[in-house]
Protein backbone atom coordinates (compact mmCIF):
# COMPACT_ATOMS: atom_id res chain seq x y z
CA UNK A 1 0.00 0.00 0.00
CA UNK A 2 2.43 2.07 0.62
CA UNK A 3 4.44 1.81 -2.64
CA UNK A 4 1.46 1.92 -4.56
CA UNK A 5 1.08 5.93 -2.39
CA UNK A 6 4.65 6.49 -3.27
CA UNK A 7 4.20 5.77 -6.66
CA UNK A 8 0.57 7.58 -6.86
CA UNK A 9 2.23 11.02 -5.00
CA UNK A 10 5.45 10.67 -7.47
CA UNK A 11 4.20 10.25 -10.85
CA UNK A 12 3.99 12.72 -13.07
CA UNK A 13 0.75 13.94 -14.73
CA UNK A 14 0.65 16.34 -17.99
CA UNK A 15 -2.04 18.69 -17.70
CA UNK A 16 -3.96 22.19 -19.13
CA UNK A 17 -4.65 24.53 -16.59
CA UNK A 18 -7.58 26.11 -17.37
CA UNK A 19 -9.28 27.29 -14.34
CA UNK A 20 -5.96 29.42 -12.97
CA UNK A 21 -4.04 28.73 -10.27
CA UNK A 22 -3.29 30.90 -6.85
CA UNK A 23 -0.99 33.20 -9.02
CA UNK A 24 -3.92 32.97 -12.05
CA UNK A 25 -0.94 32.79 -14.48
CA UNK A 26 -0.97 29.61 -16.50
CA UNK A 27 -4.27 29.85 -17.92
CA UNK A 28 -4.01 27.27 -21.15
CA UNK A 29 -0.19 26.64 -20.76
CA UNK A 30 0.36 22.97 -20.27
CA UNK A 31 3.30 21.22 -17.69
CA UNK A 32 4.54 18.78 -15.55
CA UNK A 33 3.89 18.06 -11.95
CA UNK A 34 3.95 15.86 -9.39
CA UNK A 35 0.73 15.06 -7.50
CA UNK A 36 1.22 15.13 -3.83
CA UNK A 37 -2.37 14.63 -2.54
CA UNK A 38 -6.10 15.37 -3.60
CA UNK A 39 -7.63 17.61 -1.22
CA UNK A 40 -11.37 17.36 -2.68
CA UNK A 41 -14.06 16.18 -5.03
CA UNK A 42 -16.85 17.31 -7.03
CA UNK A 43 -19.25 16.66 -9.90
CA UNK A 44 -19.83 19.34 -12.37
CA UNK A 45 -22.23 19.81 -15.39
CA UNK A 46 -24.64 17.68 -17.30
CA UNK A 47 -23.20 14.76 -17.45
CA UNK A 48 -21.88 15.05 -13.85
CA UNK A 49 -18.05 15.06 -14.32
CA UNK A 50 -15.70 14.24 -11.82
CA UNK A 51 -13.43 16.85 -10.70
CA UNK A 52 -10.60 16.24 -8.14
CA UNK A 53 -8.74 19.42 -6.22
CA UNK A 54 -5.21 18.86 -6.46
CA UNK A 55 -2.30 19.51 -4.32
CA UNK A 56 0.83 19.78 -6.08
CA UNK A 57 4.88 19.16 -5.33
CA UNK A 58 6.90 22.37 -5.55
CA UNK A 59 9.37 22.27 -8.57
CA UNK A 60 11.43 24.42 -10.33
CA UNK A 61 10.46 26.23 -13.50
CA UNK A 62 11.41 28.79 -15.71
CA UNK A 63 9.29 31.58 -15.26
CA UNK A 64 8.31 32.23 -18.84
CA UNK A 65 6.69 28.75 -18.97
CA UNK A 66 5.03 29.14 -16.20
CA UNK A 67 3.77 32.75 -17.03
CA UNK A 68 5.55 34.70 -15.19
CA UNK A 69 7.08 37.48 -16.61
CA UNK A 70 10.19 39.23 -15.13
CA UNK A 71 8.47 42.72 -14.01
CA UNK A 72 5.51 40.41 -12.67
CA UNK A 73 3.93 41.14 -9.14
CA UNK A 74 5.25 38.10 -7.80
CA UNK A 75 8.56 38.06 -9.11
CA UNK A 76 8.99 41.90 -7.14
CA UNK A 77 8.01 40.02 -4.32
CA UNK A 78 10.86 37.43 -4.27
CA UNK A 79 12.83 40.26 -5.49
CA UNK A 80 11.98 42.43 -2.73
CA UNK A 81 12.11 39.66 0.14
CA UNK A 82 16.02 38.58 -1.59
CA UNK A 83 17.17 41.57 -0.50
CA UNK A 84 16.04 40.60 3.59
CA UNK A 85 18.50 38.59 4.83
CA UNK A 86 15.56 37.68 7.95
CA UNK A 87 13.17 36.01 4.59
CA UNK A 88 15.98 34.28 2.37
CA UNK A 89 18.61 32.07 3.06
CA UNK A 90 21.56 31.23 1.03
CA UNK A 91 22.09 27.08 0.52
CA UNK A 92 25.39 26.52 -1.76
CA UNK A 93 24.42 28.40 -4.74
CA UNK A 94 20.89 28.15 -4.52
CA UNK A 95 18.53 31.06 -2.50
CA UNK A 96 15.42 29.52 -0.58
CA UNK A 97 12.66 31.30 1.06
CA UNK A 98 13.03 31.62 4.83
CA UNK A 99 11.11 30.12 7.48
CA UNK A 100 9.58 33.70 8.55
CA UNK A 101 7.85 34.96 5.62
CA UNK A 102 4.32 37.06 4.70
CA UNK A 103 3.26 33.73 2.98
CA UNK A 104 3.60 31.60 6.20
CA UNK A 105 0.76 30.58 7.79
CA UNK A 106 1.74 31.62 11.37
CA UNK A 107 2.61 35.36 9.94
CA UNK A 108 1.81 38.34 10.73
CA UNK A 109 -0.10 38.96 7.10
CA UNK A 110 -1.77 35.87 7.69
CA UNK A 111 -3.21 36.40 10.90
CA UNK A 112 -4.36 39.81 10.04
CA UNK A 113 -5.90 38.46 6.93
CA UNK A 114 -7.65 35.50 8.37
CA UNK A 115 -9.40 38.20 11.23
CA UNK A 116 -10.46 40.81 9.06
CA UNK A 117 -12.27 38.43 6.39
CA UNK A 118 -14.06 36.57 9.66
CA UNK A 119 -15.30 40.00 11.26
CA UNK A 120 -16.63 40.78 7.69
CA UNK A 121 -18.00 37.29 7.17
CA UNK A 122 -19.60 37.89 10.66
CA UNK A 123 -20.96 41.46 10.38
CA UNK A 124 -22.49 40.07 7.15
CA UNK A 125 -24.68 37.35 9.01
CA UNK A 126 -25.46 39.43 11.78
CA UNK A 127 -26.47 42.14 8.74
CA UNK A 128 -24.41 45.18 9.56
CA UNK A 129 -22.63 47.30 6.46
CA UNK A 130 -19.43 46.96 7.65
CA UNK A 131 -18.57 51.10 7.32
CA UNK A 132 -21.60 52.82 7.34
CA UNK A 133 -23.07 50.87 10.30
CA UNK A 134 -26.66 50.55 8.92
CA UNK A 135 -29.33 48.06 9.52
CA UNK A 136 -30.14 46.29 7.07
CA UNK A 137 -32.76 44.00 6.88
CA UNK A 138 -32.16 41.79 4.17
CA UNK A 139 -28.57 40.80 5.21
CA UNK A 140 -29.76 39.26 8.48
CA UNK A 141 -28.97 35.55 8.24
CA UNK A 142 -29.64 34.59 11.45
CA UNK A 143 -33.04 34.21 10.71
CA UNK A 144 -32.49 31.15 9.06
CA UNK A 145 -30.69 29.61 12.13
CA UNK A 146 -34.48 30.57 13.75
CA UNK A 147 -36.79 27.58 13.06
CA UNK A 148 -40.04 27.39 14.60
CA UNK A 149 -39.57 23.70 15.56
CA UNK A 150 -36.74 24.77 17.72
CA UNK A 151 -38.23 27.20 19.98
CA UNK A 152 -41.34 26.74 22.86
CA UNK A 153 -42.92 29.27 25.26
CA UNK A 154 -41.52 28.43 28.24
CA UNK A 155 -45.04 28.12 30.07
CA UNK A 156 -49.09 29.14 29.13
CA UNK A 157 -48.63 32.36 30.63
CA UNK A 158 -45.46 33.17 28.42
CA UNK A 159 -47.52 32.32 25.61
CA UNK A 160 -50.61 34.40 26.58
CA UNK A 161 -48.33 37.58 27.50
CA UNK A 162 -46.97 37.59 24.05
CA UNK A 163 -50.44 36.79 22.28
CA UNK A 164 -51.35 40.12 24.67
CA UNK A 165 -48.47 42.09 23.50
CA UNK A 166 -49.28 40.82 20.31
CA UNK A 167 -52.89 42.18 20.01
CA UNK A 168 -51.64 45.39 22.07
CA UNK A 169 -49.05 45.62 18.71
CA UNK A 170 -52.49 45.77 16.63
CA UNK A 171 -51.18 42.27 15.12
CA UNK A 172 -53.75 39.47 14.77
CA UNK A 173 -52.15 36.54 13.16
CA UNK A 174 -50.67 33.64 15.20
CA UNK A 175 -47.85 34.02 17.59
CA UNK A 176 -45.05 31.71 18.28
CA UNK A 177 -41.77 31.65 20.43
CA UNK A 178 -39.33 31.88 16.98
CA UNK A 179 -41.84 34.46 15.19
CA UNK A 180 -41.02 36.92 18.19
CA UNK A 181 -37.64 35.90 18.31
CA UNK A 182 -36.99 37.03 14.34
CA UNK A 183 -38.87 40.50 15.51
CA UNK A 184 -37.04 40.67 18.51
CA UNK A 185 -33.64 40.14 17.20
CA UNK A 186 -34.68 42.46 14.07
CA UNK A 187 -35.83 45.45 16.67
CA UNK A 188 -32.57 44.48 18.84
CA UNK A 189 -30.45 45.10 15.93
CA UNK A 190 -32.14 48.48 15.29
CA UNK A 191 -31.79 49.55 18.43
CA UNK A 192 -28.23 48.70 18.34
CA UNK A 193 -27.77 50.65 15.60
CA UNK A 194 -29.22 53.68 16.81
CA UNK A 195 -27.33 53.60 20.32
CA UNK A 196 -23.45 52.59 19.12
CA UNK A 197 -21.54 55.19 20.11
CA UNK A 198 -23.22 54.41 24.14
CA UNK A 199 -21.39 51.05 24.67
CA UNK A 200 -24.22 49.80 26.40
CA UNK A 201 -25.35 46.08 26.46
CA UNK A 202 -29.05 44.63 25.90
CA UNK A 203 -30.35 44.20 29.30
CA UNK A 204 -34.50 43.99 30.37
CA UNK A 205 -34.77 47.96 30.31
CA UNK A 206 -33.94 48.08 26.78
CA UNK A 207 -37.41 48.82 24.96
CA UNK A 208 -37.94 45.90 23.39
CA UNK A 209 -41.93 44.56 23.08
CA UNK A 210 -41.15 40.86 23.77
CA UNK A 211 -38.03 41.13 25.73
CA UNK A 212 -39.34 40.00 29.08
CA UNK A 213 -40.92 37.09 27.54
CA UNK A 214 -39.27 33.60 28.62
CA UNK A 215 -38.72 30.60 25.92
CA UNK A 216 -36.91 27.37 25.54
CA UNK A 217 -34.07 26.21 22.78
CA UNK A 218 -35.22 22.34 21.77
CA UNK A 219 -32.74 22.71 18.74
CA UNK A 220 -29.29 21.27 18.74
CA UNK A 221 -25.69 22.59 17.50
CA UNK A 222 -25.06 19.35 16.19
CA UNK A 223 -26.56 18.34 13.08
CA UNK A 224 -25.87 14.65 13.60
CA UNK A 225 -27.84 14.45 16.87
CA UNK A 226 -31.33 13.12 17.14
CA UNK A 227 -33.66 16.43 17.47
CA UNK A 228 -36.42 14.82 19.39
CA UNK A 229 -33.19 13.88 22.24
CA UNK A 230 -33.58 17.78 23.24
CA UNK A 231 -37.19 17.36 24.12
CA UNK A 232 -36.13 14.51 27.01
CA UNK A 233 -33.43 17.10 28.44
CA UNK A 234 -34.44 19.96 30.74
CA UNK A 235 -33.47 23.12 29.04
CA UNK A 236 -33.01 26.51 30.43
CA UNK A 237 -35.59 29.05 29.64
CA UNK A 238 -34.57 32.36 29.09
CA UNK A 239 -35.95 35.93 28.42
CA UNK A 240 -35.86 37.19 24.87
CA UNK A 241 -33.36 40.24 25.47
CA UNK A 242 -30.74 37.62 27.02
CA UNK A 243 -31.13 35.84 24.17
CA UNK A 244 -30.23 38.25 21.72
CA UNK A 245 -28.09 40.17 23.99
CA UNK A 246 -24.77 38.33 22.79
CA UNK A 247 -25.72 38.71 19.44
CA UNK A 248 -25.95 42.56 19.60
CA UNK A 249 -23.10 43.18 22.23
CA UNK A 250 -21.70 46.41 21.41
CA UNK A 251 -18.36 44.58 21.24
CA UNK A 252 -19.32 42.25 18.80
CA UNK A 253 -20.78 44.63 16.45
CA UNK A 254 -18.27 47.07 16.42
CA UNK A 255 -15.11 45.04 16.25
CA UNK A 256 -12.90 45.62 13.11
CA UNK A 257 -8.97 44.64 12.69
CA UNK A 258 -8.63 48.66 12.92
CA UNK A 259 -8.91 48.43 16.19
CA UNK A 260 -7.42 45.43 16.61
CA UNK A 261 -4.21 46.75 15.70
CA UNK A 262 -3.95 49.22 18.29
CA UNK A 263 -2.54 47.95 21.61
CA UNK A 264 -4.68 49.99 24.06
CA UNK A 265 -7.94 48.86 22.57
CA UNK A 266 -7.06 45.35 21.51
CA UNK A 267 -6.58 43.85 25.05
CA UNK A 268 -10.23 45.33 26.17
CA UNK A 269 -11.72 44.20 23.13
CA UNK A 270 -10.61 40.27 23.62
CA UNK A 271 -11.61 40.45 26.98
CA UNK A 272 -15.02 41.55 25.65
CA UNK A 273 -15.81 39.15 23.31
CA UNK A 274 -14.51 36.04 25.65
CA UNK A 275 -17.35 37.07 27.87
CA UNK A 276 -19.51 37.60 24.91
CA UNK A 277 -19.14 34.33 23.44
CA UNK A 278 -19.53 32.84 26.78
CA UNK A 279 -22.93 34.47 27.00
CA UNK A 280 -24.10 33.47 23.41
CA UNK A 281 -23.18 29.73 24.55
CA UNK A 282 -25.33 29.42 27.39
CA UNK A 283 -28.05 32.05 25.79
CA UNK A 284 -27.78 31.61 22.47
CA UNK A 285 -26.11 28.90 21.37
CA UNK A 286 -28.41 28.65 18.22
CA UNK A 287 -25.90 31.13 16.52
CA UNK A 288 -23.62 29.02 16.57
CA UNK A 289 -24.80 27.26 13.55
CA UNK A 290 -23.64 30.20 11.55
CA UNK A 291 -20.40 29.00 10.22
CA UNK A 292 -18.61 31.92 10.64
CA UNK A 293 -19.88 32.74 14.07
CA UNK A 294 -18.80 29.10 15.34
CA UNK A 295 -15.26 29.90 13.51
CA UNK A 296 -15.05 32.93 15.50
CA UNK A 297 -16.21 31.65 18.78
CA UNK A 298 -13.45 28.88 18.65
CA UNK A 299 -10.96 31.82 18.61
CA UNK A 300 -11.99 32.26 22.02
CA UNK A 301 -13.47 29.29 23.60
CA UNK A 302 -11.95 25.87 22.26
CA UNK A 303 -14.49 23.14 21.21
CA UNK A 304 -13.49 20.98 24.91
CA UNK A 305 -14.69 24.38 26.64
CA UNK A 306 -17.60 24.93 24.56
CA UNK A 307 -18.78 21.50 24.74
CA UNK A 308 -18.48 21.21 28.54
CA UNK A 309 -20.25 24.56 28.29
CA UNK A 310 -22.96 22.98 26.05
CA UNK A 311 -23.91 20.27 27.94
CA UNK A 312 -24.45 22.58 31.10
CA UNK A 313 -27.42 24.15 29.08
CA UNK A 314 -29.04 20.83 28.19
CA UNK A 315 -26.96 20.74 24.71
CA UNK A 316 -25.13 17.51 24.10
CA UNK A 317 -22.73 17.06 20.72
CA UNK A 318 -20.91 13.65 19.54
CA UNK A 319 -17.66 12.85 20.09
CA UNK A 320 -16.27 13.83 16.85
CA UNK A 321 -18.55 17.07 16.77
CA UNK A 322 -15.16 19.10 17.33
CA UNK A 323 -13.35 17.82 14.20
CA UNK A 324 -16.58 17.74 12.04
CA UNK A 325 -17.18 21.63 12.65
CA UNK A 326 -13.61 22.21 12.54
CA UNK A 327 -12.93 20.86 8.90
CA UNK A 328 -15.86 22.47 7.47
CA UNK A 329 -14.94 25.87 9.27
CA UNK A 330 -11.95 25.47 7.24
CA UNK A 331 -12.83 24.50 3.83
CA UNK A 332 -15.94 27.12 4.02
CA UNK A 333 -13.54 29.25 4.56
CA UNK A 334 -11.10 28.72 1.92
CA UNK A 335 -14.33 28.77 -0.29
CA UNK A 336 -15.61 31.53 0.41
CA UNK A 337 -12.25 33.39 0.04
CA UNK A 338 -11.46 34.29 -3.27
CA UNK A 339 -7.98 34.90 -2.38
CA UNK A 340 -7.37 31.71 -0.23
CA UNK A 341 -5.74 28.87 -2.23
CA UNK A 342 -4.63 27.02 0.61
CA UNK A 343 -4.93 23.22 2.34
CA UNK A 344 -7.67 23.10 4.81
CA UNK A 345 -4.89 22.16 6.94
CA UNK A 346 -2.74 25.39 6.59
CA UNK A 347 -5.54 27.20 7.01
CA UNK A 348 -6.69 25.64 10.43
CA UNK A 349 -2.83 26.18 11.19
CA UNK A 350 -3.70 30.01 10.98
CA UNK A 351 -6.21 30.18 12.95
CA UNK A 352 -4.58 27.96 16.03
CA UNK A 353 -1.56 30.46 15.70
CA UNK A 354 -4.78 33.54 15.98
CA UNK A 355 -6.02 31.20 18.48
CA UNK A 356 -3.02 31.64 20.61
CA UNK A 357 -2.28 34.78 19.97
CA UNK A 358 -6.00 35.95 21.13
CA UNK A 359 -5.60 33.52 24.12
CA UNK A 360 -2.36 34.88 24.86
CA UNK A 361 -3.93 38.29 25.55
CA UNK A 362 -6.84 37.02 26.80
CA UNK A 363 -4.63 35.28 29.53
CA UNK A 364 -2.37 38.37 30.12
CA UNK A 365 -4.80 41.00 31.14
CA UNK A 366 -5.68 37.75 33.65
CA UNK A 367 -2.40 37.82 35.06
CA UNK A 368 -1.64 34.69 33.41
CA UNK A 369 1.16 33.20 31.73
CA UNK A 370 1.00 33.92 27.80
CA UNK A 371 3.30 31.82 25.84
CA UNK A 372 1.59 29.49 23.77
CA UNK A 373 3.97 25.65 22.47
CA UNK A 374 2.38 25.13 19.21
CA UNK A 375 4.13 23.11 16.18
CA UNK A 376 7.22 22.39 17.94
CA UNK A 377 8.09 26.14 18.90
CA UNK A 378 7.35 29.01 20.55
CA UNK A 379 6.38 32.17 19.47
CA UNK A 380 4.28 35.10 19.71
CA UNK A 381 3.06 36.62 16.28
CA UNK A 382 3.53 40.47 15.48
CA UNK A 383 0.71 43.24 15.64
CA UNK A 384 1.31 46.59 13.48
CA UNK A 385 0.87 49.60 15.16
CA UNK A 386 1.09 52.17 12.18
CA UNK A 387 4.14 51.70 9.95
CA UNK A 388 5.72 50.06 13.09
CA UNK A 389 6.36 46.44 14.30
CA UNK A 390 6.29 45.67 17.46
CA UNK A 391 6.39 42.55 19.29
CA UNK A 392 3.38 41.43 21.32
CA UNK A 393 4.42 38.97 24.03
CA UNK A 394 8.03 38.28 22.87
CA UNK A 395 9.88 34.86 23.03
CA UNK A 396 10.65 34.70 27.25
CA UNK A 397 9.71 31.42 28.20
CA UNK A 398 10.22 31.39 31.83
Not at 122 to 150: C, M, V
Not at 263 to 282: A, D, G, Q, T, Y
Not at 320 to 335: G, H, I, L, P, V
Request: with cysteine.
Amino acid sequence: MSQTREARNHSTIEYTETDGGPCGQLGGITTGHKVRRILGERRIGRNDTVQYLIEWYPRWHEPAKVGLDDDGAIIEEWNAMKQDKAMTVQVGDITYLGDEVPSDNDHEVALSRMAEFLIKKIKGELGIKLRAKKYESDKHNFGKNIEEQDWEFASPSELAMAQQLRRDAGKSDNVSAAKILQESLNEGLKWRMRNMAQNNSIDDTTPLRYGEVKLVYYGEVDDDLDPEAAFTVKRPRHPVYEIIAPLLDFAFVEMSTDDWENPRVLPVSVKRLVCVFKMMIKHAPFALKANYVMFFARLFICSDKMSEMLKKEGILVSEDWARKTRAEMCWRYREDNKYEFRSAHDVLDTALHLRDWLQDIWRKQEGLPTVHKYGGFFRRPYMRNGMVRRAEGGMDLD
